[in-house]
């Protein structure tokens, strides 16, 4: 820069004018603008939000040019984040708690966000997603605590960085294989047979470009709590940004989710299908779709409970003559067993 003003003959005075207009304009604020008719508003996020490497990359974003996915290249922190609504109930609190100690036992941090943690973060740092958040808030029918759970996992990832897990997903090992190397997003279930990927566990690096897609799509669509939630923000919509991401930076395809195509297989018995900074997890086959319950999740140490399967009358399977939801002494044992379940199952490579 000093080399280039030196050849023009420009003295020290406008060197120094021209350096003071370069930081300013470094502040600023990034701002990119869709022509959707869908959208609400135009995603912003202030240049400081970054990571100083990821610059060329928000560029190219707002300039519609080829994204370079090596342009966020950040740690995995060892850390694993819960979402639990503010009114969470003491047995659910119990099983979050079980699962805590596990991953604090292999040298995880863990944090457990509720809905007004989230809110304080969005409020404070993130003011281009307030009215995307105040959307969700107004949804009118009882999907209204998964679609900002949905919606949360993704800024927290992005935010943070780290690992990602239903509350209902129970810790039984060392989490330490979903760290994929520095910059690599991580999603262990996919569901690409159905056109989707199971947001219920995932991890990546903070500042990772495809949540911060999967944010922009759910932030401009008017119809974010109308719209079908496996759409507006669930497993297809993740799957829509993974399509996005593939396409934007040029990385070569593993597989596209909107022509519902099934995983290839992995090489050499490995659980893991790599293409650039993201891989995809093969634990439960081809790309099928998920399997909640005892020893399913054993090959990546974890147990997903059945929908509601832990309160009496849950909307899927009612469990009428339990009653871990009054005597909570009961949850932990049933937690061990439910680990042991899966041990047998914990063999397959990572």
Known sequence: FYQEHERMGANYKQLLG????????LGSTVRLSFADSNTISSFELSSNEYTSNSDA?????RRGRKLDPKAVLNEIP??????VADNAKEHQMKVVEYSRKKAESFGFEVMVHRD???EALIYSQYHNLVPAWELLKETPDQT???RIG?????????????????????TCKDLSPLLGAPGVASFPLVNSVAGGIVNAVFAGPARHIVFRMALEMQSTNKKLNTQAIIRATGPK???????AYFERTHTPRIVKFADKEPLPEPENESMWI??????????EGSGIAHVRGMGTLGPLGLVHFHFGSWVKDGPRVNHKESTCDTDLDLIEPFLDHACSVGEKYYNRKW
């Open 144 to 146: 209204k605590g998964a």
């Open 18 to 25: 021209h350096l003071a207009l370069f930081v300013v304009t």
């Open 57 to 61: 990359t928000h560029r190219s974003l």
């Open 78 to 83: 060892k850390i694993v984040h819960f979402t």
């Open 274 to 283: 790599q293409s650039g900074l993201i891989r995809f997890g093969v634990t």
């Open 150 to 170: 949905d919606f949360v996992r993704l800024l927290l990832i992005y935010h943070y960085g780290g690992v990602y897990l239903d509350s209902d997903m129970v």
């Open 116 to 118: 007004s943690d989230a």
């Open 237 to 243: 919509q993740l799957g829509d940004a993974l399509d």
